[in-house]
């Protein structure tokens, strides 16, 4: 096959962050996805639907020309969240909800700190048909890190998707098959996003012949057993699991640092290295429904009607990326080569 022709992707779990950046990562997402759900842990969080359409627009005022590229920015869970607050942000059309546990990752020192104090909260996004987006970690510092998320499933989703069975939970960029088979055996109101490094490498790509900052993300790359299950999860065609890059953009210099940032910025080339790893998995025919399709049915909203098409040839992603003031962003798979390209 020499070019593939898709109805138009959209990305379920992206980082604009904020600001000057917004210039670099909003036309990224927009040259190949129609949406994208947008991460609400900013400095400060996307508190309240005020927060969230001012944060809207300043995407929008980055939005490339003749693009209709939508964000759909999410609203950032504390322990203050009232019911009130969701319900008035989804009269606003803010379609979903982030938990972060405290702690778990970049700007999550104001998420969540006691899940059972949720109920109202989850119940109201139940009510009013808002979906609750997980970073599915616990933090607990005596929790081995590669054990975090099988560890937050047994405590914590398992109880929550039992307890309120109307809602619609997203288990965010899943890294093990203990994710995967718990997604595949719950309800269809439980579902996952993937991300490209999460398809692509495993812990050692990470750890073996030097520690490489730039495959470094949360959750942490996982055992070769672990990838080879999600990957079989995407190859499946299951409509519970569905594309989110987890894009996520860090300064060059808090990456390659005594203490990096978690992140992986692949919004550059996010759907041609989907399309190399739905190739390999032999499996391009059930790229579009991933990529296009599962993700729009389980929000409940219209699948595109645009298209995009990928051609096959080689090209390489930038080894990295000037932004404002000069700052420099590595990109994900940085100088590496890429089968697929975008027309
Ligand atoms: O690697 C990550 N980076 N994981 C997250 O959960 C957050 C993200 C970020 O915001 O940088
Ligand atoms: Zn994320």
Redesign the pocket.
Known sequence: MKEITITMPDDWHA?LRDDAVLKETVPASARQFARSIV?P?LTPPVLNAKDAKEYEARILENRPANSDFRPLVTLYLTNSTTPEMIREAKSQGIVAAKL?PAG?????NNGVTDISLMSPVFEAMADCGMLLLI?GEVTDGEIDIFDREKVFIERYLVGIVEKYQNLKVVL??ITTKDAADFVKDASANVAATLTPQHLMLNRNDLLVGGIRPHY????ILKRNTHQQALRAAVASGSPKFFLGT?S???MKGQKESACG????YSAPAAIELYADIFEELDALDKLEGFASFYGADFYGLPRNSKTITLIKEKWKMPSEITVANDNVIVPFWAGQEIGWRLK
Do not use: F, I, R, V
């Open positions: 980082h991460m842990n972060y778990a990752t970049t700007n999550s970073h965010e960029h470094y993300c949360l959750p987890d996520a953009p860090h940032c978690a992140g992986c």
